[in-house]
T-cell receptor, first 114, second 110 residues
Framework: AQSVTQPDIHITVSEGASLELRCNYS??????LFWYVQSPGQGLQLLLK??????LVQGIKGFEAEFKRSQSSFNLRKPSVHWSDAAEYFC????????????FGQGTTLQVKP | DTAVSQTPKYLVTQMGNDKSIKCEQN?????MYWYKQDSKKFLKIMFS???????INETVPNRFSPKSPDKAHLNLHINSLELGDSAVYFC?????????FGPGTRLTVT
């Protein structure tokens, strides 16, 4: 069965510091992978996605993620965090079936210290 | 020109009542979804419709009934509300693999 694990429930970083949020997935074939961000009281916004090709993908707001098949990982990174990045981050996987069902990880809460 | 909109944003009601949440998308997408986000922020698919046809129905109590009058709308009706139904409900739409989410409806059952 498909699954997504985000090992870090809560992360605190200082403003200006680098950030890496971990995501591991379980899926038999090459998955479609996504990172979404949810600001307090808001809906989910797509940060970036991986379908195929270059394993390093760039997203909005200065985020990037790297797909590593050997590690079944799709970690999200940002070189310098801004206070406005404080939010909930969700990694998700989408199977190759036509149903389009997204399976989400548990989410990582990012807190940014001034 | 909101892409995916939901109404209402907040819904407070008593146990046993029946309520509906509406969702509309103006992206021209064929597929729409309902997700439930629980108090631990875990997101889980409930239903998916493709061109007004139900294609995903996860293990959801039959008190929940989605209805899609046309491919731009997917409403969620909930009968006999229970305390455990309190959650944030998100609507989403997609054409291929990218899903666009609405702002959510926070349902509180008292």
């Amino acid at each position: 069965a498909q699954s997504v694990t985000q090992p870090d429930i809560h992360i605190t970083v200082s403003e200006g510091a680098s950030l890496e949020l971990r995501c591991n997935y379980s899926y038999g074939a090459t998955p479609y992978l996504f990172w979404y961000v949810q600001s307090p009281g808001q809906g989910l916004q797509l940060l970036l996605k991986y379908f195929s090709g270059d394993t390093l993908v760039q997203g909005i707001k200065g985020f990037e993620a790297e797909f590593k098949r050997s590690q079944s990982s799709f970690n999200l990174r940002k070189p310098s965090v801004h206070w406005s990045d404080a939010a909930e981050y969700f990694c998700a996987v989408h199977g190759s079936s036509n149903t389009g069902k997204l399976i989400f990880g548990q989410g990582t809460t990012l807190q940014v210290k001034p | 020109d909101t892409a995916v909109s939901q109404t209402p944003k907040y819904l407070v009601t008593q146990m046993g009542n029946d309520k509906s949440i509406k969702c509309e998308q103006n992206l021209g997408h064929d597929t729409m979804y309902w997700y439930k986000q629980d108090s631990k922020k875990f997101l889980k698919i409930m239903f998916s419709y493709n061109n007004k046809e139900l294609i995903i129905n996860e293990t959801v109590p039959n008190r929940f009934s989605p209805k899609s009058p046309d491919k731009a709308h997917l409403n969620l009706h909930i009968n006999s509300l229970e305390l455990g139904d309190s959650a944030v409900y998100f609507c989403a739409s997609s054409q291929w693999h990218e899903q666009y989410f609405g702002p959510g409806t926070r349902l509180t059952v008292t």
